[in-house]
Nanobody, 113 residues
Framework: QVQLVESGGGLVQPGGSLRLSCTAS????????AGWYRQVPGKQRELVAS?????HYADSVKGRFTVFRDSASNTVYLQMDSLKPEDTAIYHC?????????WGRGTQVTISS
């Protein structure tokens, strides 16, 4: 069963850091192209970062978030630094395999003092 699984969320204070992981399994041959999205209840889902042959970032996270992959473990990471309360959301990763878009269940990130 092809799936994406996120981990690494949690509660941190403003200014803190978190590293999210998105691991592909179940026959996902290679997690090369992936995107990190975040969802806040009542708001539109936002693409915050993506990776293919380059890295792309939303203006709201540029300079604070870094997306990178580890091919050996078939994992894409989102390093989040200088976190702000407005970064609070459920973070999902997504990728496409054989024309099908897959989503992970998400991991909760809460920034609060």
């Amino acid at each position: 069963q092809v799936q994406l699984v996120e981990s690494g969320g949690g509660l941190v204070q403003p200014g803190g850091s978190l590293r999210l992981s998105c691991t592909a399994s179940g026959g996902f041959p290679r997690l090369y192209v992936a995107g990190w999205y975040r969802q806040v209840p009542g708001k539109q889902r936002e693409l915050v970062a993506s990776i293919d042959s380059n890295r792309h970032y939303a203006d709201s996270v540029k300079g604070r978030f870094t997306v990178f992959r580890d091919s050996a473990s078939n994992t894409v990471y989102l390093q989040m630094d200088s976190l702000k309360p407005e970064d609070t959301a459920i973070y999902h990763c997504s990728s496409v395999y054989q024309g099908v878009t897959y989503w992970g269940r998400g991991t909760q990130v809460t920034i609060s003092s």
